[in-house]
C-alpha cells in the first residue's frame, strides 16, 4: 500500500514563529487531507487537497501532486496551533486514507 | 459538512468487562469507519461499517473482540469486549460527505478508554 512520510516528527516554536511541516507519499494520491488533533483529541480538518494551493487565515497548504508531496504552513504561530498535525491521503481504487504518523508541534508563550 | 456526536466522552473500566461506544451523525451516510488511536500513535483503521451489511475488519481486529453495528444510515456502535489494559486508547468514528463534490473525511471528538 502507499507508505505516507511526515516530517518533522516533532516541533518547538515560540509564539509568532512561522513553520513547515511536510508529508511525502510513494504513489499518486486521489485526496489528500490535513487535520490537526488539538491536545484533547479532537481531529479537526484544515484542509481538503489533493493539489494546489489554499489557504485559511493563518494557514496554508499546498501540494504537488507530480512530485508527491504536500506542505503545511503555519504563519505567526499561537499556543493554541499545538498538538498533532496528520496527513492522511488515498490512492487507487481505495477510499480508506492512510495516515502519516504526524508531527506533534508545541507553541510556548 | 457531516456533524458528528460520540457517547461516552470518555471512560475508565475494569479489566474483562466491555464498554458500547456510540457513533451518532447528523446526515445520512453510506460508510462510517472506526479508528484506534493508542497513546502516542498515529490512527489505525478498525473497521468499515456500511448499513445493511456486515462491518469489514482490517487485518489484526475481529469481530468477537470488536463488534460493531449499523442499523441506519446515521448511527453505529462499535463494542470493545473483554478489555485489558492494551485496549486503552482513543476510539474515533468517522465518516466520509462530500461537501464541495469530493470526498472528505470527517472525525467525531472520540471517547477516551482507560482500562484498569
Known amino acids: 500500500g502507499i507508505q505516507v512520510e511526515q516530517s518533522p516528527p516533532d516541533l518547538i516554536l515560540q509564539e509568532g514563529a512561522n513553520s513547515t511541516l511536510r508529508c511525502n507519499f510513494s504513489?499518486?494520491?486521489?485526496?489528500l487531507q490535513w487535520f490537526h488533533q488539538n491536545p484533547w483529541g479532537q481531529l479537526i480538518n484544515l484542509f481538503y487537497?489533493?493539489?494546489g494551493t489554499k489557504q485559511n487565515g493563518r494557514l496554508s497548504a499546498t501540494t504537488v501532486a507530480t512530485e508527491r508531496y504536500s506542505l503545511l504552513y503555519i504563519s505567526s504561530s499561537q499556543t493554541t496551533d499545538s498538538g498533532v498535525y496528520f496527513c492522511?491521503?488515498?490512492?487507487?481504487?481505495?477510499?480508506?486514507?492512510?495516515f502519516g504518523r504526524g508531527t506533534s508541534l508545541i507553541v510556548h508563550p | 459538512s457531516a456533524v458528528i456526536s460520540q457517547k461516552p466522552s470518555r471512560d475508565i473500566c475494569q479489566r474483562g468487562t466491555s464498554l458500547t461506544i456510540q457513533c451518532q451523525v447528523d446526515s445520512q451516510v453510506t460508510m462510517m469507519f472506526w479508528y484506534r488511536q493508542q497513546p502516542g500513535q498515529s490512527l489505525t483503521l478498525i473497521a468499515t461499517a456500511n448499513q445493511g451489511s456486515e462491518a469489514t475488519y482490517e487485518s489484526g481486529f475481529v469481530i468477537d473482540k470488536f463488534p460493531i453495528s449499523r442499523p441506519n444510515l446515521t448511527f453505529s456502535t462499535l463494542t470493545v469486549s473483554n478489555m485489558s489494559p492494551e485496549d486503552s486508547s482513543i476510539y474515533l468514528c468517522?465518516?466520509?460527505?462530500?461537501?464541495?463534490?469530493?470526498?472528505?473525511?470527517?472525525f467525531g471528538p472520540g471517547t477516551r478508554l482507560t482500562v484498569t
Open positions: 504513489d499518486s494520491v486521489n485526496n
Open positions: 468517522s465518516v466520509e460527505d462530500l461537501p464541495g463534490g469530493s470526498y472528505e473525511q470527517y
Open positions: 492522511a491521503v488515498t490512492s487507487g481504487g481505495s477510499y480508506i486514507p492512510t
Open positions: 487537497i489533493p493539489s
